[in-house]
């Protein structure tokens, strides 16, 4: 278990680095005071490392537990690719 904090929220969780994300089991408690559900950027704080804002890819609920992806960068933001459209 890793003490982390979310969205400004301190709370004790398993923590299990991926490429390009994290996979993180909370107590369903504690994830639901994050106000967080797919598709929304978060700010992760782990202890020695910068906050990093990441994206909720998904959620699996089991009470009394929630497994949550979190991924450094939201695939589904298409603004940069329409920015460079627009400048070529």
């Not at 994050?34 to 598709?39: D, H, K, L, Q, S």
Request: charged share 20%.
């Amino acid at each position: 278990m890793e003490h982390m904090g979310i969205n400004g929220w301190a709370c004790d969780a398993l923590v299990i680095p991926l490429v390009g994300g994290l996979r993180v089991q909370f107590e369903e408690s504690d994830w639901n005071l994050t106000n967080a559900f797919r598709g929304t950027r978060v700010v992760v704080q782990r202890p020695g490392q910068q906050n990093v804002w990441m994206v909720v890819a998904s959620e699996a609920r089991l009470p009394p537990i929630v497994w949550v992806t979190l991924a450094e960068k939201d695939e589904t933001d298409v603004s940069s690719k329409i920015l460079v459209r627009n400048v070529e």
